[in-house]
C-alpha cells in the first residue's frame, strides 16, 4: 500500500461513554474508530483488494484539485466499490479559485451519478478538503466566505446527503 494516507472516522453517534475534561468539555471514552485510506493521482495503481485486506473499511479518492480532475479518481471510485470499502469523493479546496464553480463541478458529477443509481448506502458523502497554505495565508475571513461560497452552492445543488468538510493540521 505504500504512501496511502491513513484516516480515522470516528462516526457521529458511536461513543460507548462519555466523560469530561477538567474543564467540563464533553469527551468520547472508547469510541469507535474505523480506518480507511485516501488517495489521488499520486498514489497510481492501488492495489484495492490489498487495501481492504488491511482492515481498513472506507476509502476516500480526489475527486478534483481545484477545478481540474484528478486523472485517477474514475478507475479509483469503481475499483474502491468492487473491493467491497464504503467509498466518497473528496475535492482538494483551492481557495483563490472560483469557489461556486469547484463545488459545482462536484455537486454536478453526483448528482449525474445518483440519477443513474450509482450512488447509494456504501457512499460516503462529497467531502471539501481544506489543507492548502493559500487558505492559511489569506486573511481569515476571505478563505471563510469562500468556503461558505462553496457550501452553499453544494446546498442548492440538492445533493442528497451533506457535505463534509476535513482538513489537514
Known sequence: MGSLIPLLLAPA?????????????????????????DVSSHEPNVNWSEVKRSGRVFAFARF???????????????KMKKAGLVRGAYQYFRPRKNAAKQAKLIADWYNEKLSR?????????????????ECRSRAGLACQNDVVAYMDTVGRAHIAHEAGISGGV
Open 13 to 37: 453517534g458511536c461513543c460507548h461513554r462519555l466523560a469530561c475534561t477538567s474543564s467540563g468539555v464533553p469527551v468520547c471514552r472508547d469510541p469507535i474508530v474505523l480506518e480507511g485510506v
Open 117 to 133: 443509481g450509482e450512488l447509494g448506502p456504501g457512499d460516503l458523502p462529497v467531502t471539501l478538503d481544506i489543507e492548502d497554505n
Open 64 to 78: 478534483s484539485y481545484g477545478l481540474e480532475l484528478d486523472t485517477e479518481f474514475e478507475a479509483n471510485w469503481g
